[in-house]
C-alpha cells in the first residue's frame, strides 16, 4: 500500500517535470526558430512579460506574423502554459532561455 503511493508521488513528479521541459523545448524550437540572436526577430523570454500579458497577447492575436503553419493549436498552448509558469511575475522567471 505504502508503496503504491510513493510510486503515484512519483509519477506525478515525472509527469510534472516532462510537461514543463515539453513547453520550454517547444518555446526554444519553434519561437526561437525566428527568435534570436541574429535571427529573423527579436530574442524574447518567458520573464519578458507578466503571465497575464502573454495569455492576453495571443489571446488578442497580436502576434505579427501568422505562424499557424508551423506551431499547431495544442503546440500553442504547450508554449503558452510554460510561457506563464516562469513569466516576469511568477516564482520562477525564466530570462535567458534564448540567449540573449
Ligand atoms: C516565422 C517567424 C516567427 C515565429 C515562428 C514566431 N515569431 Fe514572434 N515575431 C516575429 C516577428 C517578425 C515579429 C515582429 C518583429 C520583431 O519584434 O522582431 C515578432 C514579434 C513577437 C513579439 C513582440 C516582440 C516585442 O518585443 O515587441 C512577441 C512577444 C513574439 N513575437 C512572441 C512569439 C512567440 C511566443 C512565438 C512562439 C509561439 C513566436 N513569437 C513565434 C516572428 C516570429
Known sequence: ???IVILS???VLVAGSVS????RD???AKCGECHKKGGSAVVINPADKAAVVWKK?????RHPVDFSSSISDGQLEEILKYLEEHA???DQPAEAVIPK
Do not use: H, N, Q, T
Not at 20 to 23: I, L, N, P, V, Y
Not at 57 to 61: D, E, L, M
Open 1 to 3: 500500500m505504502k508503496s
Open 9 to 11: 508521488l512519483l509519477f
Open 20 to 23: 514543463w521541459s515539453a513547453g
Open 26 to 28: 517547444l518555446f526554444v
Open 57 to 61: 497577447y495571443f489571446k488578442r492575436r
Open 88 to 90: 516576469a511575475d511568477s
